[in-house]
């Protein structure tokens, strides 16, 4: 079955940086895009950024460009998020999930990881 | 970039009345619309994708309908188990990986009366 598994959380301090991390399974990983999805503490979802299939295309949403860089290994079946220059309004649980379509085919998001927690305090 | 507002921010109703939230785009999405639902301290499901194809699984009793600007979500019947956030989310592109980001509506919370 489709599994998407995120680490990497915790706590850490502003100004510094953290990697998350996405692992997959249960389906061929090179031929879909993965996205990147927060959620504040009781706030709604935001997205983050998508990387393409293959790793040629990432697009970011606006307050994370410049800070934030989405990568991915498709020979480890993982995703990744390097997150930099971290602000407290950066805390939040962030979700990896997988875009249902297949290479360019723009689809919704089918299938979520559990999330991993970032919380940015001093 | 494109603007989803969902209303209500909030219901509550009772098992086995009808249930619809709306989501408005500020501008055409030509029905990339999806609506996901999400449990406390879960993650998001999604129920319908193209604002009305039903996702494999999800129990007919939530539909999808919509075009333009304008979608909704509806319950037909609901059940204990539909308590939860509702979110729309448009992925509206002409170009993919590019120029316009993906948004989600603010969520509607549905509770059980």
């Known amino acids: 079955q489709v599994q998407l598994v995120e680490s990497g959380g915790g706590v850490v301090q502003p100004g510094r940086s953290l990697k998350l991390s996405c692992a997959a399974s249960?389906?061929?990983?090179?031929?879909?895009?993965i996205h990147w999805v927060r959620q504040s503490p009781g706030k709604g979802l935001e997205w983050v950024a998508v990387?393409?299939?293959?790793?040629?295309?990432?697009y970011y949403a606006d307050s994370m460009k410049g800070r934030f860089t989405i990568s991915r290994d498709n020979s480890k079946n993982s995703v990744y998020l390097q997150m930099s220059s971290l602000r407290p309004e950066d805390t939040a649980m962030y979700y990896c999930?997988?875009?249902?379509?297949?290479?360019?085919?723009?689809?919704?998001?089918?299938?979520w990881g559990q999330g991993t927690l970032v919380t940015v305090s001093s | 970039d494109i603007q989803m507002t969902q209303s209500p921010s909030s219901l509550s109703a009772s098992v086995g009345d009808r249930v619809t939230i709306t989501c408005r785009a500020s501008?055409?999405?030509?029905?990339?619309l999806a609506w996901y639902q999400q449990k406390p301290g879960k993650a998001p499901k999604l129920l319908i994708y193209?604002?009305?194809r039903l996702e494999s699984g999800v129990p007919s009793r939530f539909s999808g309908s919509g075009s333009g600007t304008d979608y909704t979500l509806t319950i037909s019947s609901l059940q204990p188990e539909d308590s939860a956030t509702y979110y729309c989310?448009?992925?509206?592109?002409?170009?993919?990986?590019?120029?316009?980001?993906?948004?989600f509506g603010q969520g509607t919370k549905v509770e059980i009366k």
């Open positions: 193209t604002a009305s």
């Open positions: 249960g389906f061929t990983f090179s031929y879909y895009a």
């Open positions: 501008q055409g999405i030509s029905n990339s």
């Open positions: 989310q448009q992925y509206y592109t002409t170009q993919h990986y590019c120029c316009s980001p993906w948004t």
């Open positions: 990387i393409s299939y293959d790793g040629v295309h990432e």
């Open positions: 999930a997988r875009e249902g379509g297949e290479a360019f085919m723009v689809a919704p998001l089918d299938y």
